[in-house]
């Protein structure tokens, strides 16, 4: 039995489907069993009783997506900054501008990024 703290961080996530990259195939439906932080089952034989539910609809789940292409330290989204970024700037910012960067690519559902070259050092 799970004990009433257990189960309150419990969470099923229910949706159309998911993506299974080791079998490279679709699976419908996805019910994904998530306690805590992990993913502890997905489609399991029996639900936990006193789980939060979330259902997604008809939406697929991927598993984090991978960014082969990403300059993590530059701004070059404004502008012509990323022609003027390297004289104008010092390594703080563009660290500065790497944990935003990071952030922001982490929230849209980027788990591994490959940095194509940034500035010098990082």
Known sequence: MMSAA??????????AGYVDVV??????????VVAGEKITAINP????EQAEFIDLGD??????????????TLDY???NHWTTAPVMET????????????????EAGFTTVRDARSFPGF
């Open 6 to 15: 257990h189960a309150s961080k419990v969470k099923v996530i229910k949706a």
């Open 77 to 79: 989204f404004t502008g």
């Open 45 to 48: 034989s029996k639900l936990p």
């Open 91 to 106: 390594p703080a910012d563009w660290a500065l501008h790497g944990a935003k960067f990071g952030k922001d690519i982490l």
């Open 23 to 32: 079998e490279g195939k679709m699976v419908s439906p996805a019910l994904i």
């Open 59 to 72: 939406r697929t789940v991927l598993p984090g997506a991978i960014d082969v292409h990403s300059h993590i």
